[in-house]
């Protein structure tokens, strides 16, 4: 059974990092991506970052160059580094996998709060 569990969200000041965590189960690194979602108040789920399965990855243009994505495959871990944090940064981040044959799960998400 694939199961994501996200941790590493708290409140920060403008300018400060934080390093959010995934850890994956179920989930063979070689045949799923993993992504970060972000979800503000009252507004929709969007893509942050990804991490293809043979490792390549992607970001929102709004995070290039702040943030990094990268994994842990010997721990079954994700981490997204955030750096240079920024008010319209605050939100719910998701962490989510999903496959070749469209099986998609998500996290329950943690909130990231950047006070200004």
């Known amino acids: 059974q694939v199961q994501l569990v996200e941790s590493g969200g708290g409140l920060v000041q403008a300018g400060g990092s934080l390093t959010l965590s995934c850890e994956v189960s179920?989930?063979?690194?070689n045949t799923w991506n993993i992504h970060w979602f972000r979800q503000a108040p009252e507004k929709e789920r969007l893509?942050?970052?990804?991490?293809?399965?043979?490792?390549?990855?992607y970001y929102v243009d709004s995070v290039k160059g702040r943030f990094t994505m990268s994994r842990d495959v010997a721990n079954n871990m994700v981490y997204l580094q955030m750096s240079s944090l920024k008010p319209e940064d605050t939100a719910v981040y998701f962490c989510?996998?999903?496959?070749?044959?469209?099986?998609?799960?998500w996290g329950q998400g943690t909130q990231v709060t950047v006070s200004s």
């Open positions: 893509f942050v970052a990804a991490i293809e399965w043979n490792g390549r990855t």
């Open positions: 989510n996998a999903d496959d070749r044959y469209g099986t998609s799960i």
């Open positions: 179920g989930v063979t690194f």
